[in-house]
């Protein structure tokens, strides 16, 4: 009977000091939840406010809201953020309520508040309802946004000042190209007329400096032509025609009118071989041909050789070659960019804007373009374009 007693006493010994170590234990996590809690909320660098869910109420913050809406913690305790004139008025918080009640949170919500004695401040919010001193609480953190804000009003002020700046450098190209080109249309053609009405002995003589005004009409022409392009480019005005060709025909075309422009003792030669129709736009075919052709003029030497040469087998193929200058390695990963020039052009007329209109131009036609150059061996420039299938 004894014994019974005594295993009775010691089994209800052991199970209150287990339950007492239960307890113990489950006191000793909710401390320790409970300073976690603290921590994050008291300690995190992002401001937290607790409020009630339906008086909006301010039952806890951290220092980090009280500094964002310059105020200490005790002022705003027992406080709303509407009374307070952190918000403007009671709409504001209602819609944050109507958000959250529609999906239990509010995240990402920009709005403005005003800090005591302070410019607006805009904020985003995530507000998040929990159940806490028997009824709902509204849980919300706060990032300033005012220095965001401020830069993306300034990336747009630029962007506008940006746009402006480019409108004004578009109609002043424009204007430019107009009132530039027809005085000098005038003079190309009175230089045209002038040769023909020249008979005589003095015809070679006059001939040799009617063609150096013919030169120098062109130089600028063209130059107003390139300015033109990059401008119609950068504003999205080139569009594409593709149109049926007979590519040996057209080429023996721009390779007639080219000639005329070469220096004295150059030749251009043309081959072709494959197909002789194709599908392309003639107008920025005609620009990538005489972009590389005339480069080809201005860095040979008189009396040189310029080869030009297509391939039609499904794809469209174009080489130009010479045996100029060539371009130095170094500057070859530069060729494309705006105002380049190769570091060995010297006193050669050029505006650098030539081959970076061009790849725009393969770019538009679904082509691409190689290089092969070495300075004082040649350059050979290789364009693939595609047809439409």
């Known amino acids: 009977m004894l014994a019974c007693i005594a295993v009775l006493l010691i089994s209800t ?19 320790r939840s409970n300073v976690l809690f603290e921590k994050v909320f ?8 607790m409020s009630e869910y339906e008086s909006g109420r301010i039952l806890h913050c951290n220092r980090v809201f009280a500094d964002t809406v310059n105020y200490r ?20 918080r209602k819609e944050i309520i109507e958000q959250v009640a529609k999906g239990s949170e509010a995240n990402h919500t920009e709005t403005y508040i005003r800090p005591r004695d302070r410019d607006l401040l805009y904020i985003s919010l995530h507000a998040h309802v929990i159940s806490l001193y028997d009824g709902n609480c509204l849980l919300t953190a706060v990032l300033d946004l005012s220095a965001h804000k401020r ?5 747009k002020k630029a962007l506008a000042t940006l746009t402006e700046l480019s409108k004004l450098k578009s109609d002043f190209v424009t204007l430019a190209s107009h009132e530039f080109r027809t005085p000098l249309t005038t003079i190309l053609s009175s ?19 009617l063609a150096r005004i013919k030169s120098s009409v062109n130089m600028p022409t063209a130059i107003l032509d390139e300015f033109l ?25 721009v390779r007639t009118n080219l000639q005329a422009l070469a220096k004295p003792g150059q030749t251009i030669h043309y081959t072709h071989t494959g197909a002789d129709t194709v599908w392309t736009d003639p107008v920025l075919l005609g620009h990538i041909v005489r972009n ?31 045996r100029g200058i060539g371009i130095p390695k170094e500057d070859q990963k530069h060729l494309f960019e705006r105002f380049f020039r190769a570091s060995n052009a010297g006193n050669i007329q050029g505006t650098g804007l030539g081959l970076h209109i061009m790849r725009h131009y393969v770019a538009m036609l679904n082509g691409s373009v190689t290089f092969q150059s070495d300075a004082g061996k040649g350059t050979r420039v290789e364009v693939v374009l595609t047809q439409p299938a």
Not at 151 to 155: D, K
Not at 301 to 316: K, L, Q, Y
């Open 229 to 253: 392009s990059v401008t119609k480019i950068d504003e999205g005005d080139v569009r594409l025609n593709l149109e049926q060709l007979d590519l040996p025909l057209y080429m023996e075309s």
């Open 151 to 155: 830069a993306e009003e300034e990336t």
């Open 292 to 322: 590389l052709v005339t480069n080809s003029i201005k860095y040979s030497p008189e009396d040189g050789a310029i080869h030009i040469a297509t391939e039609v087998n499904g794809s469209i193929c174009l080489i130009v070659s010479d």
């Open 191 to 209: 230089a045209f007329l002038a040769e023909n009405y020249t008979f005589g002995e003095t015809r070679e003589k006059v001939g040799k400096h």
């Open 73 to 92: 913690v005790d002022e705003l305790i027992g406080k709303t953020a509407v009374e307070l004139g952190i918000l403007e008025r009671m709409e504001q």
């Open 42 to 49: 008291y300690d995190s660098p992002i401001a937290i406010v």
């Open 13 to 31: 010994f052991l199970a209150i000091r287990y339950n007492f170590n239960k307890r113990i234990r489950m006191q000793e996590a909710l401390q």
